[in-house]
């Protein structure tokens, strides 16, 4: 049984950052941040999950039937991720590229330990607890002193395709949208270092610091890493209704402020970009149609412009109702892996993306969350991350952008290069 706690916090930025120090000590933590940005669909300010009670580690055979019984049997909060290639179980599709980081495809898992902080109120949700020890951690957390770790030694961050390459790929992409193979895909490639000996929670903090994004997140697994902060929802339910917020659609930010206010407005006007979202809104709402209640899916908001700090991006919301003969699973199923990170029509551009890109994405453009008790759930979409493997010390990021007929190449190259600035801030 769980038992819950509820305690005031006076200072809830300086309590996440000490939560986050604390949660260090235990082989599985997740900490997700929305960083107080504004947004109309958020359950928590901040969660931390961590030590697991039973745990899920499978590749993609038969993942989301194991993924259906694992929730379903604990009927407890489930937090961990499913990556990229889970597509392979629910499609005829392979993923045969270069892989240095070598997580598995799915990770859940029920942790002992849960605090969820919504304003200055923080709920402590503990298995099998006694008074003593959560009194303790909670001391512990309180006293926690952040040190300034060492600097780690400056990372060579290698770029997996060439401009040159980069360039010949987006090409072969456009004549197989003109032949009619497709008309939109995200096109990614990978900038990695080897060797590399980080410390994964001082770069997340660098990050998250830089960004302050709706849906950070920092994920360990024993010795697997995810530092992201990501923009961007996946999908969420709250009691039946489904919501989904795919990003189409970037601009640089500028220091000035009028031009700053120019560079939005033109994003808001771009017809390529508006193209872009468009077509992805457009694949969402038909994979929300195929669990959801008849005429209930729905487009709320269209080509909606966000402001981050490093980046001015589109975004649209699409809801539904999930029709009551579907599950939890079967509705992250119908609508996986999320439009934004693939294209349409979906399965032809997942093919061309496997032939042309030569990194297999893992959990880059997969997806970390969690699952209530009572079935709800928030994902989000992993862009804008590190990836970071201790044992093999191999560091990865991955960055993408969205071709369709109206690309021009070079500027989609410009596009990756802006959007990696962060990671290779970071890193370096």
């Known amino acids: ?64 039937e194991d993924l259906k019984q694992y ?23 392979e993923s045969n590229n270069f892989d240095g980081l070598d997580f598995p495809d799915l990770f859940f898992f029920q942790p002992k330990k849960i605090f969820l902080l919504k304003g200055n109120q923080l709920e402590i949700s503990y298995l099998t607890m006694c008074d003593e020890e959560l009194e303790q951690d909670f001391e512990e957390i309180e006293n926690s002193q952040m040190q300034q770790l060492e600097t780690a030694e400056s990372l060579l961050i290698q770029q997996r395709i060439s401009k ?38 001082d770069k997340f903090k660098k990050l998250n610091e830089i960004s302050k994004p709706p849906f950070a997140v920092f994920f360990k697994n024993n010795k697997h890493f995810l530092l992201s902060a990501t923009p961007e929802r996946y999908l969420k339910k709250e009691g039946e209704k489904l919501i989904s917020q795919p990003i189409k659609g970037t601009s640089k930010r500028f220091s000035d402020p009028i031009e700053d206010e120019n560079a939005k407005n033109q994003l808001a006007l771009d017809p390529k970009e508006r193209a872009e979202n468009i077509m992805i809104t457009d694949l969402v709402r038909n994979d929300l149609s195929r669990i959801a209640q008849k005429g209930s899916v729905a487009v709320d908001e269209l080509c909606g412009i966000y402001s981050f700090m490093q980046v001015h991006q589109m975004i649209s919301t699409i809801t539904a109702k999930l029709d009551p003969q579907f599950n939890v699973i079967d509705a992250i199923k119908a609508t996986f892996p999320m439009g934004s990170m693939t294209g349409a029509p979906k399965i032809s551009a997942m093919k061309i993306i496997e032939e042309l890109e030569e990194t297999k994405r893992g959990l880059y453009s997969g997806t970390v969350g969690y699952f209530a008790p009572n079935g709800d759930f928030d994902f989000n979409v992993v862009i804008r991350s590190i990836l970071y493997n201790q044992e093999k010390q191999y560091v990865s990021f991955s960055v993408g952008s969205a071709i369709t007929s109206q690309s021009i190449a070079e500027r989609e190259y410009e596009e990756c290069l802006l959007k990696a600035k962060a990671m290779q801030e970071v890193l370096q």
């Open 71 to 93: 929730q379903q049997t604990t009927k407890d909060w489930l937090f961990g991720y499913l990556a990229y290639d889970l597509k392979n179980d629910i499609e005829a599709l």
């Open 164 to 201: 040159e390459s980069y360039l010949q790929k987006v090409s072969k992409m456009l004549a197989h949208i003109h032949q009619g193979d497709m008309y939109e895909a995200n096109f990614c490639m990978e900038f990695y270092a080897e060797n590399a000996r980080i410390d994964p929670f």
């Open 1 to 64: 049984m769980r038992t819950s706690v509820y305690k005031p916090i006076p200072d809830a930025k300086l309590f996440k950052q000490q939560l986050l120090f604390w949660a260090q000590q235990f082989r599985e933590v997740i900490f997700m941040d929305s960083n107080d940005y504004p947004q109309e669909y958020s359950s928590y300010d901040c969660i931390l999950a961590v030590d697991a009670f039973t745990s899920l580690k499978t590749d993609y055979y038969n993942a989301f």
